[in-house]
C-alpha cells in the first residue's frame, strides 16, 4: 500500500472518530440542557400553580368571611360593633380582588365578580367612615346589607362547589376561553353572584390567647424524661398502652418531651410538658374505622375521660365529626362561670369510644384560679342590648379571651329567622363584645 494513501485513511478515521465524539458531546450536551430547560419549566409551572391555588383557596375564604359578616351586621346592636364588621368586610373585599387578580382569567371572565365584590367593599368603608364620624344607619343601608347578605352566601355557595370539583382535580383553570353567561364551569366567578361555609372556626374562642406564657404551669417542679413517660402512660391508661417509645424534645410551643405510644388499636404521638408533666398534645394520624357509636356516646365517653384524668367540671362548647373521629371542645367551669380562654380539645374514635387526640395548649396556658367580678348589669339588662333583629333563646354568664385580657360577658344565644347567633355583652360595661354566627353542617355545629 502506498504509504501516502495509508497515511491519509488513517487521518480520515481519526477525523471522523473525532466528529463522532464530537457530535456525541453535542448531543449530550442539548440533551442536558433540554433536560434542564424542561426542569426549571416544570418548577416553573408548579411555582404558578401553587400561587393560582393559593389565591383560589384565600378568594374563597374571604368571600365566605364577607357573606358571615354581611348577615352579623343585620343583627349587631351596638355602632362600634357594627363599624368593625364593616372595617373587617372592607378589607376582605380587597384581599378577594388582589387574590382574584392571580387566577389565570381575562378581565371579562371575571367582571361580574369584581363588580359584585368592588360594590361589597365601597358600601362598608362608607357605612364604616359615617358612623365613624358620628353617622348613623338607615332603613335602606339595612335594606342594601340584606341584599348583600343573600348575594354574598349565595355566591359563596356556588363558590365553594367550584373548590370541590378543584380539589377532586377538575381542570377548572385550563380552559382557553370562558364567556359571561352563567352556564360555563366557572359559574359563579364568570355569572351573576349566585352556605358554603369553609370553617374557620371550631367553637367560641377556640383560638384562646396567645401571649405565651403557660400560666398553667408556673410553679410546677421540671420533671425527667422517665417521669413523664410514666405521666403519659397513666394518662392514656396502663392497661391500653402496649408501647412507648421516646422520639425527642420540643419547645413549641413549651418544653415538652414527645413519644410514640401504641395501643392495641391506635398509634398516638404524644407530647408531655417538662414543667410538671402535663399531656400538652395527643395526635392521632390514621383510620378509625366502622362507626359504631352516636355524636352523643362519644361526648359523653370524652366529658368522662377528662373527668378521671382531673380535669374537673368542664362544659362542652361545640363539636365536629370526620372520617370516623369526634372532635369536642370543652372549657373549664368555675362557680357557674364558663371559662373560654381555658378550652381543651378532644377526639374521639366513633369506633369505639377510645380518645386518640387531645390538645391542652389553651388549658394549660390558661387555667388559673380567677377573681369573678359581681356582674354590673342583670342578666335581664345585658339581654335588652342586643340587637333589636334577634330573638333571645337563653343566657349565661362566660368569661372570654380579648388579645391578651379577659373580660366577663353574658353569652347570649339568640336566633334571627332560621340563623342562630351568639352574642356577648360586657357584664360590667354593657358593651357588645364579639358577635359570632352558630354554623349548621352535616359534620355538626360550628362558630365563627
Known sequence: MNETYYVADVRERDWARILNIALAALLAGVLIFSTAQTARLNEANARINAVVQKAFYETCELTEGMSVNFRKLLVAGET???????????LQTQGALANLALLPLGQETVSATLKFINQAGDFSGALATRLGNGGELTEEDYETMESLSETAAAFSVSLGRLLDRYER???????????????????PITGTAADYPVLLYDGPFSDGRADGEFKGLAGLAQVDEAAARQALIAFIGSAQTAEVAFTGESSIPVDCYEYTARTANYTLDVGVTKAGGEILYVLFDGVAGEVNLTDAQAIDAARAFLLSRGYGEMELSYSS???????ANFAAVQNGVVLYPDLVKVQVSLADGSVVGLEAANYLMNHVPRQLEIPALS????????????????????VIPENTSEFLCYEIKASSGEDTFLVYIDAMSGIERRLMQVIESENGSLVM
Do not use: K, M
Open 80 to 90: 362600634g360593633q357594627i363599624q368593625s364588621l364593616l372595617n373587617e368586610t372592607a
Open 321 to 327: 365529626r370526620f372520617d370516623g373521629i369526634l372532635t
Open 379 to 398: 342578666e335581664q339588662d345585658a339581654v335588652a342590648r342586643i340587637g333589636g333583629a334577634l330573638t333571645p333563646i337563653e343566657a349565661r354568664l362566660c
Open 169 to 187: 382535580g377538575e381542570a377548572v383553570f385550563d380552559a382557553n376561553d370562558y364567556d359571561a353567561t352563567g352556564e360555563e364551569s366557572l359559574y
